[in-house]
C-alpha cells in the first residue's frame, strides 16, 4: 500500500510541475489571494481549502463521473460545464461586490463553514472538474479503473495520492496569492483594483478554457516532463504495482520493451473491439484488422485534449499522407482521459482541426485500450503484414525511429515497393545529410545567421534578411515579435532560408497566408489557419540544396522549420 501511495503521489507531482497546469496557474493565484467571499480572519486556510477542494472534486469525478453521469442521463461534458460556471461566477463576483454578496449568501447559513471559508472549498470543488492534466501511467491506470468500473481500495488510494501529488505545486500559488493580499502594503491599499484584475483573469480563462484556447499555449511549449513521466511508465515496480488496473489481456504484448529501436515479436495484434463510433470510414463502419493482412498497421491511441497526443499528430497526418499508397494503413483509437471527451461531436470537431484522414474509432469503454494493455497517451503500436506487434512507443518523441521501424515494415511487406523520402525530423538518422531541425523562438534559437536581436520583447524588432544566406541557417527581415517559443510578423516579415532536403515542413498558427519565393519559380501561397500545425512549404523529388523566401500576413506565428 506503501509503495501504491508513493507511486500515485510521484506520479502527481510530475503532473503537477508539466504544461498541462499552466492555464489553472493564474486561477489559483488570483482564488488564493481571497476570492468573491471575503468571510472571516483566517484568510490563511484558504489556500488549503481551495486545493482540499480540489484533490476531492479530482479524486471522485475521475472514478466516477461517467457512472453518475450516465445514471442521472446527463451529458458527458456536464462537469465541465458547472466548473467553468463556478470559475466564470467568481470572476464576475470579484469585479461586482454586489454580486459577490449574492454569492457568498449560501455560505451565511451555515456558520461553520462561514467562519471557516466555505467557499474557498467549493471553488476548490468546480475548479477541480476543469483540472485536466498531463496523462502519465498512473493517470492512465485510475482512468481504466474509473471507465471499467474495477474501484477497489488499490485505485482509491492510488487516486487520492495522485490528486494530491498534483495539487501540491498548486497549493504553492494559492498561498502566495494569500501572503501576497495579506503582507503587501501596495496590495492592501489597491485590494480593489487587483480584485478586478483577478476577476478580469479567471473570466478569460473560462472562455478560454470554455473554447480550449488554453491548447495553443501548452502545444507550443516543449514537453519538459515527458522524460521522467516515461522514465515511470518504464520502471518495473511501477509496471508491477499498476498491473491490476492494466489487466491480464494480451500478456504476450509485454515482450516487447516500450521504445525500443529495434523491431521484436510481440504477438498477435488484439481486434480493436468495443467501440461506439468509426469516423473517416464508408458509411461509418468498422475496421477489422483481420481484414488488413498484407497492410503495415500503426494503431495510435490518443485523446483530443491531451497535449502530447496534439503535438505528435502531425507526425501522424504525414505519415498517412506519405505512406498510405506504399501499404501502410494508419487507425487512431480515441480512448478519453475524461468524460467530457466522450463526446462524439467534440471528438470529430477535434478530428477536422487536426486533419486527420485516416480511420478514427471511439473507444469511450476502453475496450480496445485494454486489450492491448496500453498505459499511455499518445501510444503506438506497429503491426507487420501478418498482424504481428513488432513495435510499442509510449509518449511523444522519436518519430525518425518509428518512421524507420515502419519504412523497414512496408519494405518487408513489399520488397518492390517505392518509398517516398522520410518526412520525420530526425530522418537524418536514415542516412540523409539534411538541415537540421530549426526553431525560431528565443528559448531553442539555433541556425539563426543574420541582422537584428533575437532578444523576447513585446514590442516588434527590425531584422534585414542576408542578401546571401549561408548552408543550413535562416536570417528574418521587416519587423517581427520575438516570443521564446516563436516569432509573430507584424508588418514587412519576411523569412530566408537555405536548406538541405526533399520536403520542409514550417510549422505556423495564426490566420493568414505565407507567400514562397524560390529562384527560378513562380510564387506560390499557402493560407494558415488557426493553432500550430505543420505546412509543407518545400516538396521536391529528391533531396536538395535550395534557398526560399517566406513573406508572412500580421498576425502569423511561426515555429519551426523541420526537413525530410
Not at 164 to 173: R, V
Request: glycine residues 10%; proline residues 6%; positive net charge.
Amino acid at each position: 500500500m506503501t509503495t501504491l501511495a508513493l507511486i500515485g503521489l510521484i506520479g502527481g507531482l510530475i503532473t503537477g510541475v508539466s504544461p498541462c497546469v499552466l492555464p489553472m496557474l493564474p486561477i489559483i493565484f488570483f482564488a488564493g489571494t481571497g476570492g468573491a467571499v471575503p468571510v472571516g480572519k483566517r484568510r490563511d486556510v484558504r489556500p488549503v481549502k481551495i486545493i482540499a477542494g480540489i484533490v476531492v472534486s479530482f479524486s471522485v469525478f475521475t472514478l466516477t463521473g461517467s457512472v453518475i453521469l450516465s445514471a442521472l442521463g446527463l451529458p458527458d461534458s456536464f462537469l465541465r460545464w458547472i466548473g467553468l460556471t463556478v470559475l466564470g461566477l467568481v470572476g464576475l463576483g470579484l469585479i461586482f461586490p454586489a454580486l459577490g454578496h449574492l454569492i457568498e449568501r449560501p455560505f451565511y447559513r451555515l456558520p461553520k463553514l462561514n467562519r471557516q471559508d466555505g467557499g474557498a472549498f467549493v471553488l476548490g470543488l468546480g475548479l477541480g472538474t476543469l483540472y485536466v492534466p498531463c496523462a502519465g501511467p498512473v493517470l492512465a491506470a485510475i482512468t481504466v479503473a474509473g471507465a471499467t468500473g474495477h474501484i477497489g481500495w488499490r485505485t482509491v488510494v492510488l487516486t487520492v495520492s495522485f490528486a494530491i501529488g498534483a495539487a501540491l505545486p498548486l497549493l504553492i500559488f494559492a498561498s502566495a496569492g494569500s501572503r501576497i493580499s495579506q503582507r503587501v502594503k501596495a496590495y492592501r491599499d489597491r485590494a480593489r483594483g487587483f480584485r478586478i484584475a483577478g476577476g478580469v483573469v479567471m473570466l478569460a480563462l473560462a472562455v478560454a478554457l470554455a473554447f480550449n484556447l488554453t491548447d495553443v499555449l501548452q502545444r507550443a511549449l516543449p514537453s519538459y516532463t515527458s522524460g521522467l513521466e516515461q522514465k515511470v511508465a518504464e520502471n518495473k515496480t511501477v509496471q508491477g504495482a499498476l498491473a491490476p488496473a492494466i489487466g491480464d489481456a494480451s500478456t504476450e504484448l509485454s515482450k516487447c520493451t516500450p521504445g525500443a529501436a529495434e523491431l521484436a515479436e510481440c504477438g498477435p495484434a488484439p481486434a480493436i473491439q468495443g467501440t461506439q463510433k468509426w469516423f473517416n470510414t464508408p458509411d461509418g463502419q468498422p475496421v477489422e484488422l483481420s481484414r488488413l493482412r498484407g497492410k503495415v498497421v500503426l494503431i495510435d491511441f490518443w485523446a483530443y485534449s491531451c497535449i502530447n497526443c496534439q503535438r505528435a499528430t502531425p507526425y501522424l497526418v504525414a505519415w498517412d499522407k506519405a505512406y498510405r499508397a506504399a501499404g501502410l494503413e494508419i487507425i487512431g483509437v480515441h480512448s478519453p482521459e475524461f468524460a467530457f471527451e466522450k463526446d462524439a461531436g467534440n471528438v470529430a470537431a477535434a478530428i477536422r482541426s487536426a486533419g486527420i484522414r485516416y480511420p478514427v474509432a471511439q473507444d469511450n469503454n476502453l475496450a480496445t485500450w485494454t486489450a492491448y494493455r496500453n498505459q499511455y497517451w499518445p501510444a503506438k503500436y506497429l503491426i507487420d503484414a501478418n498482424g504481428v506487434v513488432r513495435s510499442i512507443k509510449f509518449g511523444e518523441g522519436s518519430y525518425g525511429q518509428t518512421e524507420n521501424q515502419l519504412r523497414q515494415l512496408l519494405t518487408a511487406a513489399n520488397p518492390g515497393v517505392r518509398l517516398p523520402a522520410p518526412v520525420a525530423v530526425q530522418a537524418v538518422a536514415a542516412g540523409k545529410d539534411l538541415t537540421p531541425e530549426t526553431y525560431l523562438g528565443y528559448s531553442r534559437s539555433q541556425n539563426f545567421k543574420g541582422t537584428g536581436s533575437l532578444a523576447p520583447r513585446k514590442t516588434p524588432t527590425a531584422f534585414s534578411l542576408n542578401a546571401y544566406q549561408p548552408d543550413d541557417t535562416y536570417s528574418l527581415g521587416g519587423r517581427w515579435i520575438v516570443g521564446t517559443q516563436n516569432v509573430t510578423a507584424t508588418s514587412g516579415s519576411q523569412t530566408r532560408l537555405n536548406y538541405r532536403a526533399a520536403k520542409v515542413y514550417h510549422v505556423l498558427s495564426g490566420h493568414g497566408t505565407v507567400t514562397i519565393s524560390a529562384p527560378g519559380q513562380a510564387d506560390r501561397r499557402i493560407v494558415v489557419t488557426g493553432t500550430p500545425n505543420a505546412y509543407q512549404i518545400v516538396d521536391n523529388p529528391t533531396v536538395e540544396r535550395g534557398t526560399i523566401t517566406l513573406t508572412y500576413s500580421a498576425g502569423i506565428s511561426a515555429y519551426t522549420f523541420s526537413f525530410g
